[in-house]
Structures are given as C-alpha cells and as structure tokens.
C-alpha cells in the first residue's frame, strides 16, 4: 500500500528519485562538489 502523501508529493516522483540518486552518486566519487550555502531566515508570524 503507498502512502498517498508520497504519491501526491512530486519530490518523491520517480523521476525525482532517479535526480537526487544522481547527485549522491555524483558528491560520492568526487564528480560533483558539495557546496555549502546560507540558510534562509524565516520569521514567524506571531498570532
């Protein structure tokens, strides 16, 4: 049975699946560089 959730989210598509494996295998054998990158400050909306 799969989770309706995951099907409806298009990050857990095949195709997705098949990027992100890329890149891991890519970061892994030194093919692509893992760079770092400034996180994105969100605030909160106070109720």
Known sequence: ????AQTADPFYS??????????IDGIENGTR??????LIEVEE???
């Not at 095949?14 to 890149?23: A, C, D, G, P, Q």
Request: no cysteine; net charge negative; aromatic share 4%.
């Open 33 to 38: 560089p893992l760079t770092e990158h400034d």
């Open 1 to 4: 049975m799969e989770n309706t």
């Open 45 to 47: 909306e106070s109720s």
């Open 14 to 23: 095949e195709s997705n699946i098949r990027y992100l494996n890329k890149v």
